[in-house]
């Protein structure tokens, strides 16, 4: 920029300065800049002026609208400053025009804003004026051309506009011609030739001017042109138009070839004299001429090119009619041509928008871009009304000379990712026109929807002993949500199975969902193992679910069957005696054994595998007694070596071995229980007897506590007779007391066969509690015997008839648990030894669940018997403490509840169904000691 641009730009700022001073700043940003400017010119602080504070320029992120003009300027990021891009010809863009603006749009963002901005360019003097001829040759007629008569001259064209543009002709001093100065109606200045005196051709036929044309800048430019007047003969009548100025309208967009208006010229003259050619003259404009044509015979002005109102509303053209004499004459006239408006232009949509994303949480309001329409016809023709498609949730909010498209309603992208929006502008013409444009409105995600599996709860199958690393299961999860948000992660919850973290026990891939085991797993020691999977998302925040996984183990047959009587280790056999006297079908022996696993692999069957005597002994297949097919010959021998297997059903099977060795005695003598047979086991832990100690004092500080407060209130009312208690048992009738005493049963040979402590059925309210023990002197002699090795002590044997004894209300908590197997038949209990009647075989239940069902209400039945819900709670039942062994069998050799309890020299097989195994456990493995012998 030179030393006056500058100047002149300093005025431009101090006189809008001025004008901000007095309030007449319009409602945009206007800023002046001299054409030709250097780049990096600064033309003003558009941040500044726009009211944004330093530190928020950097946010906003000033640009340039798309139009073509940005390109000539830039917004400095940092500063906010506008400046001149590349350098900037005015003449280029607004060719001779006065007012040179350009409309540029300023976008800001967060938020989203639009401003308008209108810059000037001025014009600086870069142009000279320019002749289009360098000679211009007029005729003169001799003494007939009066003093006064002006001739028309070339007009200098120079590009720059206002005083930069031609603002002065001179003329080189001669004393036929001076010049005469106006100008046009769109400001141009033209200049004439005015003759002075008459010509006289004989005294000089020609004369040669300069005529200078000078602009007005403060550095004056000029050009100049050579005007050679020739002086004719005389031809005294110039052609004559019927009206010097001519007013015409015309639609815009005619027809080509359409006559505008006819023009008439007469000359008096006669001959070629007469005769006249019609011609535009130099004041016609060039734009001008490219519209409209002239029949140089006829005088029709028509339309050639075609005319727009949008372009000019109105021509102004000069015709001058010349005719054939010698010298020429002409005569000259103005026709003024109207352009009226026609609703030739469909409205423009312009949508403005930095991205055209916008997320699904969104609220309703949001701003997602402009709308700019635009007509360029007039009234009416340029009044519009915008529309978009109906049943979205957007809408268009009028601003002051534009629109802005906000949200009207919640989106959710996982509904609809993507809004096609058709934009419908028309105007107010007869015809309306219409024009419309699409809008792409994607819908970016949030992360809103946790993931979700694709079942409620997943079931794994797996065998037990399996190796580790095989895979158990898949989970599956699916969210609706895209890219990081949808991205999921699985994973375990944290937890413990028996004490263990489950991550020893299985592993999930985090990526695929699969479930692989860490470790071999045992069907005897876990059945089900429940995780919780998880799965969670990569959003911001993560959202995730849980789901549950059951993971069953299915037994197989990798458990020995287990003897349990008789005991029979290293080279010690199991003896049995039996009489000479024994007939068929004597109880030698009763073989009982378990099996870790579980349904048919736990089904057990009884066999001799080398009978000494096949003629002489058999075992039941399902109950492993050993009884005499016949009965004893004086020729038999008197020991017998029996081998007997014990097998399950599992595929493959599997079986144990024992052998008894069976003496056929003259005489068997079984000793009757004495008091010294049931003494304590002196290698019973002390912890046992601390806690025996501890149990009867509870149990004794309870009865006197009991005690106590039934007799203060009896004293309180005076009612000892009708006292909800007897203190006496002779109060008592002599049956009552019989019926509910503890009772021995001997067997016929005088040994101890069982023993019943039954208890006695609640009363009603108010009536006589009968005591729970008779008086000591109806009890036999007898200690208990303490339990050798028997961590269970209280689940002790009890009588399978559950109606033959009642409950004590107020029995000891040392009492073993009653009996629950009178829920179910003889077929209905379950395990192989002795779930089914003797010498038949029994029905197991199809599949390994239903022996676990079976199982199950074992177990929870015991369990309410344990809880006092079951025969304690009132109902009848015996105490569970039946001794039914011999005085071979002391009560440390309680078996597992599948175990027949046998009784040597008897043909009774009563069942054991005190104990009780658990799920899969192995029940009570606590192996009977060896039989005592005499």
Known sequence: MDCKSRTIWRWQVVFSFILCSWGWVSGQLHYSIAEESDPETVVGNVAQDLGFNLADINKRRLSLGTEGSSRYFAIDQKTGSLTVHERIDRESLCASSLSCLLHLEVVAENPLELHNLEIEILDINDNSPIFSVADQIIKITEQFTSPGVTFPLETAKDLDVGKNGVRQYRLNPNPYFSLSEKNRKDGTLIAELVLEKILDREEKSEHRLILTAIDGGEQTRSGSTQITIIVLDINDNAPVFDHLSYTVGI?????????????????????????????????????????????????????????????????????????????????????????????????????????????????????????????????????????????????????????????????????????????????????????????????????????????????????????????????????????????????????????????????????????????????????????????????????????????????????????????????????????????????????????????????????????????????????????????????????????????????????????????????????????????????????MTLYLIISLVAISVVFLVTFTILLVRCLRKNYYSGCGFCFSTKSLSQSYVDQYKPTLYLNTDGTLKYMEVRMAPPEAPGTCYPACFPPTTDIPNFTLTKFQNAPQYTEMVRDTNPTSDQACPNEPSLQAQPNTEWRFSQAQRPGPSGAQPAEEAGVWPNNQFETERLQAMILASANEAAEGTSGLGGGTGTMGLSARYGPQFTLQHVPDYRQNVYIPGSTLTPTNAGGKRDGKGGGNKKKSGKKEKK
């Open 251 to 687: 639609l815009e967009n005619v027809a080509v070839k359409t006559v505008v208006v006819k023009l008439n010229a007469t000359d008096l003259d006669e001959g070629a004299n007469g005769e006249v050619l019609y011609s535009f003259d130099h004041h016609t404009l060039d734009s001008a001429k490219k519209i409209f044509d002239l029949n140089s015979h006829t005088g029709e002005i028509f339309i050639t090119g075609t005319v727009d109102y949008e372009v000019s509303k109105s021509y102004e053209l000069f015709v001058k009619a010349a005719d054939k004499g010698s010298p020429k004459l002409e005569g000259r006239c103005v026709v003024q041509v109207e352009v009226q408006d026609v609703n030739d232009n469909t409205p423009e949509i312009i949508f403005t928008s930095k991205n055209n994303h916008v997320p699904e949480n969104a609220p309703i309001g949001t701003v997602v871009g402009f709308i700019t329409v635009r007509d360029k016809d007039a009234s009416t023709n340029g009044e519009i009304k915008l529309e978009l498609s109906p049943d979205l949730p957007f809408r268009c909010q009028p601003m002051s000379n534009r629109y802005s498209l906000v949200t009207s309603g919640h989106l959710d992208r996982e509904q609809v990712s993507q809004y096609i929006i058709t934009l419908i502008a028309s105007d107010l013409g007869s015809p309306s026109l219409s024009s419309q444009t699409t809008v792409i409105i994607t819908v970016s995600d949030v992360n809103d929807n946790p993931p979700a599996f694709l079942q409620t709860a997943y079931n794994a199958f797996i065998a037990e002993n399996n190796e580790p690393g095989r895979l158990l299961c898949t989970v599956s999860a699916v969210d609706p949500d895209e890219g990081a948000n949808a991205n999921l992660i699985y994973s375990i919850a944290e937890s413990h199975i028996d004490g263990s973290p489950v991550s020893s026990f299985v592993y999930i891939n985090s990526d695929t969902g699969n479930i692989y085991a860490q470790r071999s797993f045992d069907y005897e020691q876990f059945q089900v193992l429940q995780i919780t999977a998880r799965v969670e998302d990569s959003g911001s925040p993560k959202l995730f679910s849980n789901d549950s996984v059951f993971m069953f183990i299915l037994d197989t047959n990798d458990n020995y069957p287990t003897i349990l009587y008789p005991e029979s280790s290293g080279e010690i056999i199991a003896q049995e005696n039996i009489p000479k006297s024994a007939s068929a079908g004597y109880l030698v022996s009763k073989i009982s054994a378990v099996d870790l696993d579980s349904g048919h692999n736990a089904w057990l069957i009884y066999s001799l595998a080398q009978p000494a005597s096949p003629a002489l002994f058999h075992i039941s297949e399902y109950t492993g007694e050993v009884r005499t097919l016949r009965g004893l010959h004086e020729a038999d021998t008197t020991e017998h070596r029996l081998v007997i297997s014990v097998s399950d059903h599992g595929e493959p099977s599997l079986s144990a071995t024992v052998t008894v060795l069976v003496t056929i005695m003259d005489h068997v003598v079984q000793e009757s229980p004495k008091s010294h047979d049931f003494h304590i086991n002196s290698k019973a832990t002390p912890d």
